[in-house]
Nanobody, 115 residues
Framework: QVQFVESGGGLVQSGGSLRLSCTAS????????MAWYRQAPGKQRTMVAH???????IYAYSVQGRFTISRDIAENTVYLQMNSLKPEDTAVYYC?????????WGQGTQVTISS
């Protein structure tokens, strides 16, 4: 079982940037796909971006061109660079495998964008 710890969230103004980090408790080189998810208040958790073991990336339409997912296998870490942030990006951000392992959800990191 792998556990994930997210960090890097905060409060920024609209148009600003943040870089989120997700560190796994073990080697992630054998995980076929890692993803970032987010959950806004009163809404379901949704996938924001994913990266496969061969480096292919997929993004939710709402973040295309603004967010970039990457990973550092040696550090067992996945990153999410978020630029041109909007108030609608406000949510708790989580990382997990894709499809997610329901036993591996971490505490997430809060991202709040002020207008």
């Amino acid at each position: 079982q792998v556990q994930f710890v997210e960090s890097g969230g905060g409060l920024v103004q609209s148009g600003g940037s943040l870089r989120l980090s997700c560190t796994a408790s073990r080697n992630i080189s054998n995980i076929s796909a890692m993803a970032w998810y987010r959950q806004a208040p009163g809404k379901q958790r949704t996938m924001v971006a994913h990266i496969t073991d061969n480096g292919s990336r997929i993004y939710a339409y709402s973040v295309q061109g603004r967010f970039t997912i990457s990973r550092d296998i040696a550090e067992n870490t996945v990153y999410l660079q978020m630029n041109s942030l909007k108030p609608e990006d406000t949510a708790v951000y989580y990382c997990n495998q894709r499809p997610p392992d329901q036993t591996s959800w971490g505490q997430g990191t809060q991202v709040t964008i002020s207008s």
